[in-house]
């Protein structure tokens, strides 16, 4: 069964997020420590809650891995990519 992973970045007073540094540079780094075990993987922007209403995120990753053995095999090679995150 399909596991997947989700990383939620929270809007906050004075944060900030580069959609395009994440998906262009910081999912490279993913997919160079841990790529043979992801099946697929995107990243969302954040929508807002309702009218007139912010984003209570400014994006969403989820990683999908085959299973659970993938995803254990993967967390120990995602150092670099943890330590890319601000």
Known sequence: MPVS?????PV???????????A???FAIV???AGEHIQSRVVTKGNAGGPDAP???H???????????AMDAAMPKLGP???DIP
């Open 5 to 9: 992973l989700q990383v939620l970045y």
């Open 12 to 22: 906050g007073e004075g944060t900030h997020f580069d959609h395009d540094y994440y």
């Open 24 to 26: 262009n540079t910081h």
């Open 31 to 33: 997919d160079d420590c």
């Open 55 to 57: 984003p209570g995120y």
């Open 59 to 69: 994006a969403i990753a989820t990683i999908l891995f085959a299973d659970q053995a």
């Open 81 to 83: 990519a943890i330590e």
